[in-house]
């Protein structure tokens, strides 16, 4: 009875496992399907998202031309043993979409049920807020996986980007390892805002920090030794680091088998974090009232 | 209304502007350390690419090899190109937010006479902070250093860039009464910015980035504000340079007045200024 007031009236806790995951992938379908419907209603915004990545990534290209003079570093080669930065700087740029999707479009999931007048239905609703969390998620991928479409259409046409097939599923393999470790980052983002409700800066201010501490555009060896430090503790940087050494043969400074076991044990403890958080802030609102607050 | 009367209501708006602004003074604090931050992956990124913190082929392009500098003037200058886009074309939407736009709308001031207030509060904000982001970054070892004699032409140039700029975002403040959700493009806009503008690359090294950057005043007053802290060019150009962005500052408010005034009173003769 204590905490009758905090959880939603959730039925499907009594049922057997398989019926309990099928109950929340429904729900999670649901907030997909939904979130879709809203995005698409209006199209022009909608293109404008799949637009949007060619045109973030294409001053991060021109810059490093700029600098080398040229498509090919000899000093990138010695670090990495790769030269050609072009495809260096674009699959790092790419991937790191999904990271901004699990700050944003996570972050700030609840925000936006606030601001439709729907936060107090949605946690009304019989299941768990984590999956209404992982239907927001699941969006967010989808869309993701559309913007890097169109930005890897764009730079296959415009730069001749030459990858080694063979690398393709693995890389995806640790991508998808990484979304599961952003999915735990996402959490704490969205549980922010339903304390501090404008949590923009919250996003911005960890975003900036994983786009320093994560190497995008260059290798690990350049950051200042405590930076590297803290690379170690963020999945971007084994997701980034991986695709590249599996699509262009980066060396990472790792076996492949370590990359895969840390972001494995990140994945763990960034999604543990993420629910624990998750739970203690949205429980400490409801206590306070504070959840309808602006 | 009167000139004293219309003073008033500026100065009260600025008054009001700059109290919410530092009701949140970490916002503050976040405003005056993450644009120099940002800076940092393309530090780093140079460091990868050529080994060092000068570019031969970098400096063919710019005059100076220091890119480190090229890149850390191009984000303290472009602070007040985003303000302007978020402080003063996003501010109405804000004011949408607050449940205060209808107050403004129905008040006997014109809506524009308050977003003169906003765009005045903007700048002072943007200012105190660039201020701060130069002499933090002048105690560095980027090879920045700012005299009296750089500083004074360059605060001329910062003048006549946000005349125009901020007659662009008042432009911007009416579009957003008429679309209302202008977030996304917002930062489009941004995005923009950043590729056909020089705050972050060379524009010239490609001949459409080239071509249309030409048309951005924050062009014309990167090249001539790098020119005189990087070059030592002093007043080399300069006259030049300010007689362009005279002629866009004149267009560019103008417009932005025109275009202001026309799509504000669209969206009071189609009853939709209280939408969302």
Redesign the interface.
Known sequence: MKEAGTRPLDHSTTWPLFFRLRHYANAVWAENIKEWKLELTYPL?FL??L??PV??L???V?????????RF?P??A??VGTTD?VSF?TIGYVFIGFMNMALWAMGFSLRKEQMYGTLEAVFAAPVPRWVFTMGMSMHSILHQFLMIAVQLLFVLAVFNIKVNPLGLLPALAMIGLMLVALYGIGMIMASTTLIFKQGW?IS??LG??L??VTP????L???PVFMQKAALGVPTTYGILAARHFLLGEQMGFSVGAAFLRVAVLCVVWVVFGLVIFAAIDRSTRRSGTLSHY | MSLSATAYVIRAEMAKTIRIYFSYPVIVVFWAIFPVLWVFPFLFQGKAMVGSGTSAAFEQLTGSGNYMAFILIGAMVSNFVFSGLWGVGNSLREETYWGTMEYIIASPTHPLIVLIGKTLAEASITTCIVFLQATIISLMPFGISFTVAKVLPVLLLVVLLMLGFYGFAIAFAGFTLLIKEVHGWVHTLEWVFFLFSPIRYPVQMNPITSFVSVLIPLTWALVAIRGIILLNQQAVGLWRITGILLGMDAALLLGGYYTFVALERKTRRDGTVGMH
Request: glycine share 8%; proline share 5%.
């Open positions: 915004d404008r998202s637009i949007d045109v973030y294409l001053p991060y021109l810059y490093g031309v700029a600098l080398v003079g040229g570093s000093n990138l010695k670090l930065i700087i800066l911005e201010a900036s920090i786009m320093v995008i555009a260059y290798p060896a350049v950051l």
